[in-house]
């Protein structure tokens, strides 16, 4: 028995009590390719002590780079050959192949990366390739079916089904750093190879870049990490057009409100994010945000987190307008917020 589900304007085949995934799963393969790397690797430190050593009369010198040669996946995002990956897949690298599910093979050429978005954008001269939708992730719900496609652990062309587990989620704990980063949380089985790779929704669209696991040793363990696809696109435009994300700030440092955070600076509820300081050339003091004040949404988002922040401001550049909503002294107003890069103006950032 076949029947339709509409939920939102989307329609989703299930059958008999399931949801069929098979139109995303054939729409989304063609659209994923494999990455093959070569980068070279400096001599370690162990070579660097026995050089110049009597080990040298016997074994010859040894080279001072090594040729090494990593993997990932990529999505080609135009009928032209643009591709959206990891930065951590290209980075460094100084050969660049894809393959294309066809098994056709191309020189790749990178065309720009943002490490902090771990994003990179790889060209191929190539026209008429299939290619994969953005879907807006603002829609993204949580319990919605996806599939991961990439190639893992160098099984080419895997297709692995889940569902969203969380929306806004930082990595800073996993990383041990300060995360610019808000990602799409999935049980999707990713692994080694899956970098790079599309996470779809059930029309085979386009809703994130998958990029990371939370795992102690590298392999999946029920946990995966995608970035949205606003932030992807927003990426991929800039690169495209710049060679060079066009990053845009608040500049202002914030606090997540949690009892504690409440009760230590006397605010009503435990909710919105408190600014600690305000840069005095940032665009929030430019435009009037003031310490002290609580944020509580941007854009009619509401923002509890960093991560909600992020990922709002990810997908703005400087010189656009924002609505911030906050309260100061117990009352709630909004302010239209142009924003900045990170030099305090609106200028283009070049490579």
Do not use: C
């Amino acid at each position: 028995m076949l029947v339709f589900s509409f939920h939102h304007g989307l329609q989703a085949q299930v059958r008999s009590g399931y949801v069929d995934l098979t139109y995303a799963a054939e729409r989304s393969v063609n659209a994923v390719t494999y990455i093959k790397t070569e980068f070279v690797q400096k001599n370690s430190l162990w070579d660097d002590f026995f050089s110049g050593s009597f080990w040298e009369e016997f074994f010859g010198s040894a080279p001072s780079m090594y040729p090494l040669q990593a993997a990932g996946s990529g999505v080609i995002v135009s009928p032209d050959g643009y591709i959206l990956t990891n930065n951590h897949v290209v980075e460094d690298a100084v050969k660049v192949t894809i393959t294309l599910y066809d098994k056709r093979e191309y020189p790749g050429t990178v065309v720009g990366t943002d490490p902090k978005s771990d994003l990179a954008l790889i060209k191929i001269e190539e026209t008429n390739l299939p290619y994969l939708e953005f879907a807006n992730s603002d829609s993204v719900r949580l319990g919605e079916w996806v599939l991961a496609v990439g190639n893992p652990l160098s099984l080419h062309t895997t297709v692995t089904a889940g569902i969203i587990s969380a929306k806004a989620r930082q990595l800073s704990s996993y990383r041990g750093k300060n995360s610019e980063e808000s990602y799409l949380q999935t049980d999707a089985a990713i692994n080694p190879g899956n970098s790079g790779g599309a996470l779809v929704n059930t029309q085979g669209k386009l809703v994130g870049i998958n990029s990371a696991i939370a795992s102690g040793d590298g392999y999946f363990t029920g946990y995966s990490f995608a970035i949205p696809s606003n932030i992807a696109k927003k990426v991929y435009m800039d690169l495209k057009q710049y060679g060079k994300m066009q990053k845009a700030y608040l500049g202002l440092s914030m606090i997540e409100i949690n009892a504690e955070v409440a009760k230590e600076y006397n605010l009503s509820e435990v909710k919105g994010i408190y600014v600690a300081d305000v840069d005095e050339k940032g665009a929030a003091m430019q435009n009037g945000l003031q310490e002290g004040d609580v944020i509580l949404s941007i854009e009619q988002h509401p923002v509890n987190s960093f991560a909600e922040v992020l990922g709002v401001l990810n997908t703005k550049s400087p010189g656009e307008i924002v609505s911030v909503t906050y309260m100061r002294d117990g009352e709630k107003k909004t302010r239209k917020i142009t924003l900045l890069n990170e030099n305090g103006t609106t200028d283009v950032i070049t490579k």
